[in-house]
């Protein structure tokens, strides 16, 4: 099992221009996450899905949106990319709700200019 | 305040020596856990407690539901273990985490 795999691992970006990340689990996970994490501060949650075909609004989703299509794939969209997303990007993936733990992916390193 | 809070902020310690990092928390949760972060790396999941005290190895978890406190702590700590050690918790409510900012430990030779 390849786990969490993000693509890709690193991106450097205009401001305005867009893109999308990807996450993708091979483990039959039902909730998936997106988080970004900026020095001095701890993991913060952008969106997240707790199953194929929804998704939810997390502390800072202000400038992202998400698509959860299929239940392996969690995509997140930057429609128009802004010096203040510079961010490292992690996505992580637990089974269900209860007391399970995040698996997380290796993480993506975006710079706006 | 942060919901999560995380001392030390940064830790720097000799090879050899006895580590404990604090985490107290201001919510009602149904779990806490600890994870590790090294330079340049992903994050992985050391331990999921909602209750008592677990160990893997020279790392010890220890909860206080009553007291909303958490304890991680390495024994014999080798450079191998520098790392960011962050803690999170999940809330009751179940489906998301709240992390703290981290702990950065240097462990020096």
Redesign the interface.
């Known amino acids: 099992n390849a786990g969490v795999t993000q693509t890709p691992k690193f991106r450097v970006l205009k401001t305005g221009q867009s893109m999308t990340l990807l996450c993708a689990q091979d483990m039959n996970h039902e ?1 998936m ?1 997106w988080y970004r994490q900026d020095p ?6 952008i969106h ?1 899905s ?1 199953g194929e075909g929804t998704t939810a609004k ?1 502390e800072v989703p202000d400038g992202y949106n998400v698509s959860r299509l299929k239940k392996q794939n969690f995509l997140l969209g930057l429609e128009s990319a802004a010096p203040s997303q510079t961010s490292v990007y ?1 996505c ?1 993936s637990r089974p269900r ?11 993506t390193r975006l710079t706006v200019t | 305040k942060n919901e999560v809070e995380q001392s030390p902020q940064n830790l720097t310690a000799q090879e050899g020596e006895f580590i404990t990092i604090n985490c107290s928390y201001s919510v009602g949760i149904s779990a806490l856990h600890w994870l590790q972060q090294h330079p340049g790396g992903g994050i992985v999941s050391l331990f999921m407690l909602s209750s008592g005290k677990k160990k893997h190895g020279r790392l010890i978890a220890t909860i206080n539901i009553q007291e909303k406190h958490s304890s991680l702590h390495i024994t014999a700590s080798h450079p191998r273990d520098s790392a960011v050690y962050i803690c999170a918790v999940q809330e009751t409510s179940g489906s998301r985490l709240t992390f703290g900012e981290g702990t950065q430990l240097t462990v020096n030779p």
Do not use: D, N
């Open positions: 909730y996450y001095g501060m701890g993991l913060r949650l997240y707790v997390g992690f992580a709700t209860g007391l399970y733990e995040q698996y997380f992916g290796p993480g």
